[in-house]
C-alpha cells in the first residue's frame, strides 16, 4: 500500500512567522521563569495568586487586586476595556483578534 504524501506550499511568509513565533516563545518562556522568580523572591506562594474571596486563598484583596492590575497593565490597547464589559455588553467584539471569551 502505498501512503499518498501531502504537498503543502513551502512560502517564505510561512517560514518568517514560525520563526517569529519561535523567537517570541523562548522570550515568553523567559520573561515566565523571570516573573515566578520574582514572585518567589518576593514572598509570593501559588495561594497568593488565587482570587481573596475563593477558598483557598492567602491573598489579601489589596494583593490580588494589585496583581490583576498589573496584568491588565501589559494587555493591548482595547484589551483592558473588553474585560471590564459583561458578557452582554461585550457580545462579539473583538480586540487584536480576541474576543472576551
Known sequence: MTTKTNQPK???????????????KVNQDK???????????????STDLISNTSKGSTATEEQFTWCKQMIANGFPDGVKELCELSAKAAGDRVIDGRNRS
Do not use: P
Request: charged fraction near 30%; hydrophobic fraction near 40%.
Open 10 to 24: 513551502l512560502s517564505a511568509e510561512l517560514g518568517k512567522e514560525i520563526a517569529q513565533f519561535s523567537k517570541h
Open 31 to 45: 520573561r515566565t521563569t523571570k516573573v515566578l522568580d520574582l514572585f518567589k523572591a518576593c514572598g509570593f506562594k
